[in-house]
């Protein structure tokens, strides 16, 4: 817990280890999110794309997460690049030796960036213009013949794939079927709901389900640092994709000691 300045000890609502005998089945990884980064270059330099003075700098956001412990770079190239602009993905990969997750719309426009791109891994999830942030995840029912055409093109590039999805034991058989390598369950509903509601038995039920079904079983949206340990009761978790919460700390503390902070309660993690 060194490091740690103590007014944030104090709000975060870290689990203790049951006890000193019980080691972790695996460390939980953190994919560490920096749309964000750039939605605040966004908001004062959209328009001057190529100023010296547009900050912040999404290449020091990531290598600031990894010095801080992050085990992964996500990034979202959304179709309105709201945030994340084509070149800023190139020099984060180009920068950061970190794996990088891209996080993509079904289209022939992002298909063809992940391959020039190459990212270690790619998650498909849905984009509406409408939507502020990934409102839900992807349905791979209605949707099952272009996301499993999507998951083969992306697979064959040497990509790995994951697929965002509800927790949802259907969603979750339909992406055992379209042979996708992970899934990341949509954590949004947890996020928004009371510590009582049923949201975390159904992450739980979904990760068990993807673990039986062989899936990597990630997880994200909405998680912070209060709400983490109630997350970590859900099983057979191999990553976290966590970016608003962690960018928002790092306005206080910075990236690094805002990633280091998520790490360190992730160490927690003994499912
Ligand atoms: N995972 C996916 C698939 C997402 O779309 C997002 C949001 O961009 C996240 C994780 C991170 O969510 P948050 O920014 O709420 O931590």
Do not use: W
Not at 12 to 31: C, D, H, V, Y
Not at 36 to 48: C, G, I, K, W
Not at 98 to 114: F, W
């Amino acid at each position: 817990m060194v490091g740690f300045e103590k007014p944030v000890l104090e709000t975060l609502n870290f689990p203790k280890p049951a006890s000193a005998l019980t080691f972790p089945r695996m460390s939980l990884l953190l994919g560490v999110n920096i749309d964000h980064v750039a939605t605040l270059r966004q908001a004062r330099y959209a328009l001057l794309p190529d100023s010296p003075n547009a900050e912040p700098s999404v290449v020091e956001a990531a290598l600031e997460a990894k010095a801080g412990g992050a085990d992964s770079i996500t990034v979202h190239v959304r179709g309105d690049r709201r945030h994340m602009q084509d070149a800023d993905v190139f020099r984060v990969k180009e920068a950061c030796d970190l794996p990088l997750n891209l996080e993509l719309g079904i289209t022939e426009e992002m298909m063809d960036l992940a391959f020039r791109l190459k990212p270690a891994f790619a998650c498909l999830v849905p984009e509406t213009r409408e939507e502020v942030t990934t409102e839900g995840g992807l349905d791979v029912i209605a949707l099952f013949g272009t996301a499993r055409e999507a998951v083969k093109r992306l697979q064959d590039a040497g990509i790995k794939v994951s697929l965002f999805i509800d927790p949802v034991p259907e969603h979750v058989e339909a992406a055992a079927r379209m042979g996708a390598d992970m899934i990341e369950l949509h954590t949004g509903a947890f996020a928004n709901a009371d510590e009582s509601s049923e949201e975390i038995s159904r992450l739980i039920a979904a990760a068990k389900l993807g673990h039986e079904r062989g899936f990597q079983v990630n997880a994200g949206h909405g998680i912070n640092y209060r709400n983490l340990s109630q997350l970590l009761q859900v099983p057979y978790l191999s990553e976290l994709n966590i970016g608003h919460s962690i960018v928002s700390r790092a306005m206080t503390v910075g990236m690094r000691q805002a990633v280091s902070e998520m790490a360190e309660g992730m160490k927690a993690y003994t499912q």
